[in-house]
Protein backbone atom coordinates (compact mmCIF):
# COMPACT_ATOMS: atom_id res chain seq x y z
CA UNK A 1 0.00 0.00 0.00
CA UNK A 2 2.65 2.29 0.94
CA UNK A 3 4.59 1.57 -2.11
CA UNK A 4 1.26 2.01 -4.44
CA UNK A 5 0.77 5.37 -2.87
CA UNK A 6 4.59 6.08 -3.96
CA UNK A 7 3.85 5.20 -7.71
CA UNK A 8 1.28 7.25 -7.17
CA UNK A 9 2.98 10.47 -5.93
CA UNK A 10 5.73 9.76 -8.95
CA UNK A 11 3.08 9.81 -11.66
CA UNK A 12 2.01 12.56 -10.60
CA UNK A 13 4.88 14.56 -10.09
CA UNK A 14 5.70 13.44 -13.36
CA UNK A 15 2.46 14.50 -15.32
CA UNK A 16 2.85 17.95 -13.52
CA UNK A 17 6.33 18.45 -14.88
CA UNK A 18 5.28 17.13 -18.37
CA UNK A 19 2.31 20.30 -18.21
CA UNK A 20 4.41 22.80 -16.91
CA UNK A 21 7.02 21.82 -20.03
CA UNK A 22 4.36 21.72 -22.25
CA UNK A 23 3.00 25.42 -20.85
CA UNK A 24 6.34 26.94 -21.18
CA UNK A 25 7.02 25.97 -24.81
CA UNK A 26 4.02 27.50 -25.61
CA UNK A 27 4.19 30.47 -23.74
CA UNK A 28 8.17 30.59 -25.15
CA UNK A 29 6.82 29.88 -28.95
CA UNK A 30 4.17 32.93 -28.68
CA UNK A 31 6.44 34.88 -27.19
CA UNK A 32 9.37 34.28 -29.54
CA UNK A 33 6.21 34.87 -31.97
CA UNK A 34 5.45 38.61 -30.48
CA UNK A 35 9.27 39.52 -30.31
CA UNK A 36 9.79 38.35 -34.39
CA UNK A 37 6.54 40.59 -35.00
CA UNK A 38 7.94 43.64 -33.44
CA UNK A 39 11.08 43.40 -34.52
CA UNK A 40 10.32 43.02 -38.59
CA UNK A 41 7.46 45.76 -38.15
CA UNK A 42 10.22 47.93 -36.71
CA UNK A 43 12.91 46.96 -39.21
CA UNK A 44 10.34 47.99 -42.00
CA UNK A 45 9.66 51.35 -40.33
CA UNK A 46 13.55 51.97 -40.56
CA UNK A 47 13.86 50.95 -44.06
CA UNK A 48 11.02 52.95 -44.81
CA UNK A 49 12.36 55.89 -43.06
CA UNK A 50 15.84 55.45 -44.97
CA UNK A 51 14.37 55.38 -48.33
CA UNK A 52 12.59 58.62 -47.32
CA UNK A 53 15.94 60.33 -46.75
CA UNK A 54 17.70 58.86 -49.84
CA UNK A 55 14.81 61.17 -51.87
CA UNK A 56 15.01 64.89 -53.22
CA UNK A 57 12.77 66.69 -51.93
CA UNK A 58 13.07 69.33 -54.90
CA UNK A 59 12.54 66.34 -57.02
CA UNK A 60 9.08 66.73 -58.80
CA UNK A 61 7.61 63.36 -58.03
CA UNK A 62 9.31 64.05 -53.96
CA UNK A 63 5.16 63.52 -53.01
CA UNK A 64 4.59 60.78 -55.54
CA UNK A 65 7.48 58.80 -54.05
CA UNK A 66 6.47 59.58 -50.70
CA UNK A 67 2.83 58.56 -51.05
CA UNK A 68 4.42 55.38 -52.45
CA UNK A 69 6.69 54.48 -49.87
CA UNK A 70 3.93 55.06 -47.30
CA UNK A 71 1.68 52.53 -49.09
CA UNK A 72 4.29 50.13 -49.53
CA UNK A 73 4.68 50.88 -45.34
CA UNK A 74 0.93 49.85 -44.97
CA UNK A 75 1.30 47.02 -47.34
CA UNK A 76 4.44 45.55 -44.74
CA UNK A 77 2.34 46.36 -41.85
CA UNK A 78 -1.07 44.37 -43.07
CA UNK A 79 1.64 41.58 -44.13
CA UNK A 80 2.90 41.08 -40.76
CA UNK A 81 -0.11 41.68 -38.58
CA UNK A 82 -1.90 38.99 -41.36
CA UNK A 83 0.75 36.94 -41.08
CA UNK A 84 1.37 37.04 -37.55
CA UNK A 85 -2.45 36.41 -36.98
CA UNK A 86 -2.31 33.43 -39.38
CA UNK A 87 0.30 31.76 -37.31
CA UNK A 88 -0.79 32.70 -34.18
CA UNK A 89 -3.72 30.86 -34.82
CA UNK A 90 -2.64 27.99 -36.24
CA UNK A 91 -0.13 27.68 -32.97
CA UNK A 92 -3.00 27.67 -30.79
CA UNK A 93 -5.16 25.20 -32.68
CA UNK A 94 -2.19 23.01 -32.55
CA UNK A 95 -1.53 23.79 -28.72
CA UNK A 96 -5.28 22.77 -28.10
CA UNK A 97 -5.13 19.50 -30.03
CA UNK A 98 -1.93 18.57 -28.92
CA UNK A 99 -3.10 19.83 -25.04
CA UNK A 100 -6.53 17.42 -25.80
CA UNK A 101 -4.85 14.44 -27.45
CA UNK A 102 -2.14 14.61 -24.11
CA UNK A 103 -5.21 15.01 -21.27
CA UNK A 104 -6.69 12.11 -23.18
CA UNK A 105 -3.71 9.77 -23.18
CA UNK A 106 -2.74 10.46 -19.39
CA UNK A 107 -6.54 9.92 -18.95
CA UNK A 108 -6.79 6.24 -21.00
CA UNK A 109 -2.83 5.20 -19.32
CA UNK A 110 -4.74 6.05 -16.05
CA UNK A 111 -8.01 4.12 -16.95
CA UNK A 112 -6.11 0.90 -18.39
CA UNK A 113 -4.23 0.50 -14.99
CA UNK A 114 -7.40 1.07 -13.12
CA UNK A 115 -8.98 -1.63 -15.36
CA UNK A 116 -5.74 -3.72 -14.91
CA UNK A 117 -6.03 -3.15 -11.03
CA UNK A 118 -9.72 -4.08 -10.99
CA UNK A 119 -9.14 -6.80 -13.12
CA UNK A 120 -6.66 -8.68 -11.52
CA UNK A 121 -8.59 -7.88 -8.24
CA UNK A 122 -12.25 -9.54 -9.72
CA UNK A 123 -9.89 -12.51 -10.57
CA UNK A 124 -8.25 -13.01 -7.48
CA UNK A 125 -10.98 -12.97 -5.34
CA UNK A 126 -13.50 -15.88 -7.12
CA UNK A 127 -10.66 -17.86 -7.44
CA UNK A 128 -9.62 -17.48 -3.49
CA UNK A 129 -13.21 -18.29 -2.54
CA UNK A 130 -12.98 -21.29 -5.20
CA UNK A 131 -9.84 -22.66 -3.90
CA UNK A 132 -11.01 -22.27 -0.43
CA UNK A 133 -14.46 -24.36 -1.06
CA UNK A 134 -12.75 -26.78 -2.67
CA UNK A 135 -10.03 -27.69 0.15
CA UNK A 136 -12.60 -27.47 2.76
CA UNK A 137 -14.36 -30.06 0.30
CA UNK A 138 -11.43 -32.12 0.11
CA UNK A 139 -9.75 -31.79 3.37
CA UNK A 140 -12.97 -32.27 5.94
CA UNK A 141 -15.96 -34.66 6.05
CA UNK A 142 -19.06 -32.31 6.18
CA UNK A 143 -22.77 -33.22 6.29
CA UNK A 144 -24.55 -33.32 3.16
CA UNK A 145 -26.19 -29.22 3.55
CA UNK A 146 -23.07 -28.06 4.56
CA UNK A 147 -21.29 -29.58 1.19
CA UNK A 148 -24.12 -28.87 -1.07
CA UNK A 149 -23.45 -25.07 0.07
CA UNK A 150 -20.23 -24.92 -0.76
CA UNK A 151 -21.26 -26.65 -3.90
CA UNK A 152 -23.47 -23.57 -4.51
CA UNK A 153 -21.07 -21.30 -3.50
CA UNK A 154 -18.50 -22.26 -5.95
CA UNK A 155 -20.60 -22.66 -8.56
CA UNK A 156 -21.32 -18.94 -8.17
CA UNK A 157 -18.01 -18.00 -8.20
CA UNK A 158 -17.23 -19.94 -11.08
CA UNK A 159 -20.16 -17.48 -12.54
CA UNK A 160 -19.25 -14.72 -11.45
CA UNK A 161 -15.68 -15.47 -14.03
CA UNK A 162 -17.60 -16.70 -16.55
CA UNK A 163 -19.55 -13.26 -16.35
CA UNK A 164 -16.56 -11.18 -15.98
CA UNK A 165 -14.63 -13.73 -18.85
CA UNK A 166 -17.58 -12.57 -21.08
CA UNK A 167 -17.08 -8.67 -20.53
CA UNK A 168 -13.40 -9.34 -21.91
CA UNK A 169 -14.00 -10.73 -24.64
CA UNK A 170 -17.35 -8.74 -25.67
CA UNK A 171 -14.76 -5.71 -24.75
CA UNK A 172 -12.18 -6.42 -27.66
CA UNK A 173 -14.83 -7.67 -30.30
CA UNK A 174 -15.63 -5.01 -33.22
CA UNK A 175 -18.40 -2.33 -32.12
CA UNK A 176 -21.00 -3.82 -34.51
CA UNK A 177 -19.87 -7.37 -34.30
CA UNK A 178 -23.18 -9.83 -35.05
CA UNK A 179 -21.74 -13.05 -36.95
CA UNK A 180 -21.70 -14.43 -33.46
CA UNK A 181 -24.86 -13.84 -32.31
CA UNK A 182 -27.42 -16.69 -31.79
CA UNK A 183 -30.88 -15.16 -31.60
CA UNK A 184 -34.04 -16.45 -30.91
CA UNK A 185 -37.29 -16.20 -28.99
CA UNK A 186 -37.19 -15.62 -25.74
CA UNK A 187 -39.40 -15.50 -22.44
CA UNK A 188 -38.59 -12.37 -20.45
CA UNK A 189 -40.41 -13.73 -17.58
CA UNK A 190 -38.17 -17.20 -17.49
CA UNK A 191 -35.29 -14.98 -18.61
CA UNK A 192 -35.36 -12.41 -15.41
CA UNK A 193 -36.43 -15.08 -12.73
CA UNK A 194 -33.21 -17.08 -14.13
CA UNK A 195 -31.26 -13.99 -13.51
CA UNK A 196 -32.66 -13.25 -10.16
CA UNK A 197 -31.88 -16.91 -9.14
CA UNK A 198 -28.22 -16.43 -10.08
CA UNK A 199 -27.91 -13.08 -7.89
CA UNK A 200 -29.93 -14.73 -4.99
CA UNK A 201 -26.81 -17.35 -4.95
CA UNK A 202 -24.23 -14.72 -5.12
CA UNK A 203 -25.58 -12.14 -2.70
CA UNK A 204 -27.83 -14.46 -0.52
CA UNK A 205 -27.98 -11.81 2.17
CA UNK A 206 -29.83 -8.79 -0.28
CA UNK A 207 -33.21 -8.69 -1.13
CA UNK A 208 -34.58 -8.93 -4.54
CA UNK A 209 -37.86 -7.94 -5.76
CA UNK A 210 -39.34 -9.06 -9.42
CA UNK A 211 -42.65 -7.55 -10.94
CA UNK A 212 -42.56 -9.50 -13.97
CA UNK A 213 -45.19 -9.86 -16.56
CA UNK A 214 -46.19 -12.96 -18.45
CA UNK A 215 -46.17 -13.48 -22.52
CA UNK A 216 -43.65 -11.39 -22.97
CA UNK A 217 -41.26 -12.28 -25.93
CA UNK A 218 -38.25 -11.12 -27.35
CA UNK A 219 -35.60 -11.93 -30.04
CA UNK A 220 -31.83 -11.88 -29.26
CA UNK A 221 -29.17 -13.85 -28.27
CA UNK A 222 -30.15 -15.43 -25.06
CA UNK A 223 -26.84 -15.62 -23.12
CA UNK A 224 -25.84 -12.44 -24.16
CA UNK A 225 -29.12 -10.64 -22.76
CA UNK A 226 -28.45 -12.76 -19.62
CA UNK A 227 -25.20 -11.44 -19.23
CA UNK A 228 -26.52 -7.96 -19.69
CA UNK A 229 -29.29 -8.03 -17.06
CA UNK A 230 -26.74 -9.62 -14.73
CA UNK A 231 -24.85 -7.22 -15.06
CA UNK A 232 -27.30 -4.32 -14.44
CA UNK A 233 -28.07 -6.42 -11.38
CA UNK A 234 -24.86 -6.63 -10.07
CA UNK A 235 -24.53 -3.65 -10.85
CA UNK A 236 -27.31 -2.35 -8.66
CA UNK A 237 -26.40 -4.50 -5.94
CA UNK A 238 -22.49 -2.83 -5.81
CA UNK A 239 -24.18 0.47 -5.73
CA UNK A 240 -26.50 0.46 -3.26
CA UNK A 241 -27.05 -0.09 0.81
CA UNK A 242 -27.29 -3.51 1.86
CA UNK A 243 -30.92 -3.22 3.06
CA UNK A 244 -31.64 -1.88 0.26
CA UNK A 245 -33.18 -3.80 -2.19
CA UNK A 246 -33.24 -4.74 -5.74
CA UNK A 247 -35.89 -4.75 -8.09
CA UNK A 248 -36.09 -6.17 -11.24
CA UNK A 249 -39.21 -5.63 -13.78
CA UNK A 250 -40.59 -6.31 -17.12
CA UNK A 251 -43.88 -5.23 -19.03
CA UNK A 252 -45.31 -4.17 -22.51
CA UNK A 253 -45.50 -0.40 -23.48
CA UNK A 254 -46.38 0.96 -26.54
CA UNK A 255 -45.32 -1.54 -28.51
CA UNK A 256 -42.29 -2.23 -26.72
CA UNK A 257 -40.75 -5.08 -24.32
CA UNK A 258 -39.31 -3.06 -21.17
CA UNK A 259 -36.84 -4.49 -19.08
CA UNK A 260 -36.16 -2.52 -15.91
CA UNK A 261 -33.55 -2.88 -13.27
CA UNK A 262 -34.21 -0.21 -10.26
CA UNK A 263 -31.38 0.77 -7.40
CA UNK A 264 -32.20 3.06 -3.88
CA UNK A 265 -28.06 4.11 -4.16
CA UNK A 266 -26.58 7.18 -4.47
CA UNK A 267 -27.72 7.72 -7.93
CA UNK A 268 -25.99 9.39 -10.73
CA UNK A 269 -24.38 12.52 -10.68
CA UNK A 270 -25.55 14.88 -13.45
CA UNK A 271 -22.20 15.83 -14.51
CA UNK A 272 -21.31 11.83 -15.00
CA UNK A 273 -24.73 10.95 -16.52
CA UNK A 274 -23.40 11.15 -19.96
CA UNK A 275 -20.27 8.92 -19.35
CA UNK A 276 -21.51 6.25 -17.19
CA UNK A 277 -21.92 3.81 -20.60
CA UNK A 278 -17.58 5.00 -21.77
CA UNK A 279 -15.54 2.16 -21.26
CA UNK A 280 -13.29 2.12 -18.25
CA UNK A 281 -15.46 4.75 -16.59
CA UNK A 282 -15.99 5.07 -13.26
CA UNK A 283 -17.50 8.07 -11.27
CA UNK A 284 -16.07 9.88 -8.36
CA UNK A 285 -16.31 8.22 -5.25
CA UNK A 286 -16.81 4.68 -5.96
CA UNK A 287 -16.34 2.75 -3.20
CA UNK A 288 -17.32 -0.47 -4.77
CA UNK A 289 -14.55 -3.18 -6.58
CA UNK A 290 -15.54 -2.92 -10.44
CA UNK A 291 -13.77 -2.74 -14.05
CA UNK A 292 -15.30 -0.19 -15.08
CA UNK A 293 -16.66 -2.73 -18.40
CA UNK A 294 -20.18 -3.93 -17.09
CA UNK A 295 -22.46 -1.00 -18.35
CA UNK A 296 -20.36 -0.06 -21.59
CA UNK A 297 -20.73 -4.35 -22.08
CA UNK A 298 -24.19 -4.37 -21.58
CA UNK A 299 -25.09 -1.45 -24.41
CA UNK A 300 -23.10 -2.84 -26.64
CA UNK A 301 -25.31 -6.41 -25.82
CA UNK A 302 -28.70 -4.33 -26.40
CA UNK A 303 -27.57 -2.35 -29.03
CA UNK A 304 -26.32 -5.17 -31.10
CA UNK A 305 -29.88 -6.90 -30.79
CA UNK A 306 -31.20 -3.97 -31.96
CA UNK A 307 -32.35 -2.80 -28.43
CA UNK A 308 -32.14 0.61 -25.79
CA UNK A 309 -30.81 1.07 -22.87
CA UNK A 310 -31.80 4.27 -20.90
CA UNK A 311 -30.66 5.55 -17.19
CA UNK A 312 -32.85 8.21 -15.52
CA UNK A 313 -32.93 8.84 -11.82
CA UNK A 314 -35.49 6.57 -9.12
CA UNK A 315 -37.31 9.24 -6.65
CA UNK A 316 -36.55 9.55 -4.02
CA UNK A 317 -32.90 8.37 -4.47
CA UNK A 318 -31.57 5.65 -7.15
CA UNK A 319 -31.20 4.81 -10.18
CA UNK A 320 -33.68 2.79 -13.28
CA UNK A 321 -31.67 1.14 -15.81
CA UNK A 322 -34.43 0.21 -18.56
CA UNK A 323 -33.81 -1.99 -21.73
CA UNK A 324 -36.67 -1.37 -24.83
CA UNK A 325 -37.20 -4.13 -27.69
CA UNK A 326 -39.48 -3.58 -30.03
CA UNK A 327 -42.88 -6.01 -29.60
CA UNK A 328 -42.11 -9.25 -32.31
Same mark, same amino acid.
Given at each position: ???????? @?? /?? %???? /???????? $??????????????? =???Q???????????L??S??????????? !?????? %???????????????????????? /? $??R?????? /??? &????? *????????????????L +????????????? !?? =??? *???????????L?????????P????????????????? =?????????????? @?????????G????? !??????????N????? #????????????????????????????? +??????? *???I? !???? &??????A???????Y??? @?????????????P????G???????? #??
Open positions: MIFSGFRS @RV /RK %KRIT /RIYALYWF $LLAYIVAALIFWFIS =LNKNEEIITFKKEQIQAPDYNLQIEKL !DKEDRR %KRFQYIGEGTTFFVLIMVGAVIVF /R $LLTQFRLA /RQQ &RDFMV *AVTHELKTPIAVTKLN +ETLQKRKLDESVR !DR =LIA *ATLAETDRLNACSNMLLLNEEKEKSVMTRENIQVSEL =LEECLNQQKLHFPQ @RVFRSEIQELVIYA !DRILIQLAINLLNNA #VKYSPKEAPVVARSFGEKGKVVIQVIDEG +EGIRQEE *AGKF !DKYF &RGEGMQKGTGLGLVTQ @RIVHQNDGALTVKNHPKSVFTISFA #VI
